[in-house]
């Protein structure tokens, strides 16, 4: 693991001096809560951006692929597109996690198609297709580039996209991350993501996305030829893509960044918007090599 930048320890006690609230007092909590039930406190906030208001933001959208998709954007200076996991929408991020960002950063999030406010399709569902997607919001967007920050599903669809359009990729955080869910460090995420692809309760966008899920080759292959600057980011009680995967990953990805938040489970900018939000700002406007 010498591949691996030891900087990313030097990043963990930035972050838990700046939010003055430590990486170690939140539990795992593998549930799914909304943006709004987590409240940083007034010592976490201090001195922070305001988290943004998804009610008060208007949906735009974007003509992609032969689908319409919808996005919000916050923020002004360079771009960072966020691309959303599986059976979630925009509306799905925490506020205070964009607000961080948007304070520095030209941030745009948007709904995969078949989800949220973007149109349903009849093709074969693919993680290459979601990837193709994002591309192509980059270029309806008028940019030739931009930063991407991929979580869970859509840290598949973000490895896709940096393999397959490399020259689409800035700077790529991979948080939450696998390069496949059929090895056995994700047969709960497998199962999960089964069961959601027979459930007829579940809408078409979310089959379609399970769909996609388990078509999906994984991105193992491709790995060792990323060449950008990469952040991966996991959360110690992460069950569904657990610690060892994005362990594996980093090995994989010469000289990326590896950021553990201890006692945080998938997905944890829900739980701990403040840390996750200051780290992926360290990460994006580090414009030297952090050492060896």
Not at 63 to 82: A, D, H, K, Q
Not at 134 to 143: H, Q, V
């Amino acid at each position: 693991m010498t591949k691996i930048r030891l900087s990313f320890l030097v990043v963990a006690v930035m972050i838990c001096t700046l939010v003055m609230a430590g990486c170690t007092s939140i539990p795992g909590n593998q549930g799914r809560p909304s943006p709004g039930t987590v409240t940083p406190s007034a010592t976490q906030t201090a001195g922070l951006p305001q988290p943004v208001s998804f009610n008060s933001t208007p949906v735009q959208y974007a003509n992609v692929n032969g689908v319409t998709l919808g996005y919000r954007e916050f923020g002004s200076g360079e771009p960072i597109l966020m691309v959303v996991g599986f059976g979630d929408t925009m509306d799905t991020w925490n506020e205070t996690f964009i607000g961080i960002l948007a304070s520095k950063y030209h941030v745009y999030t948007y709904d995969h198609r078949g989800m949220g406010y973007s149109s349903g399709y009849n093709t074969t569902p693919s993680i290459s297709l979601y990837a193709d997607d994002a591309a192509a919001l980059m270029s309806a967007l008028g940019y030739d580039s931009m930063n991407v920050y991929g979580v869970s599903m859509g840290s598949s669809v973000s490895q896709q996209l940096v393999i397959d359009h490399p020259e689409r990729v800035r700077k790529l955080v991979l948080d939450s991350v696998t390069y496949s869910i059929r090895i056995p460090e994700t047969k709960l995420l497998y199962d999960i993501i089964v069961l959601s692809g027979i459930d007829p309760n579940q809408t078409k966008g979310v089959r379609q996305e399970a769909e996609a899920n388990l078509a999906w080759s994984g991105a193992w292959d491709g790995l060792s030829g990323i060449n950008k600057s990469v952040m991966l980011v996991v959360g110690t009680a992460d069950v569904l893509t657990p610690p060892p995967v994005t362990y594996q990953i980093a090995g994989q990805i010469n000289g990326s960044w590896l950021v553990r938040f201890k006692d945080l489970p998938h997905i944890g900018s829900r739980n701990a918007p403040v840390e996750y939000g200051v780290n992926a700002l360290a990460f994006l406007g580090n414009n030297e090599s952090p050492p060896y």
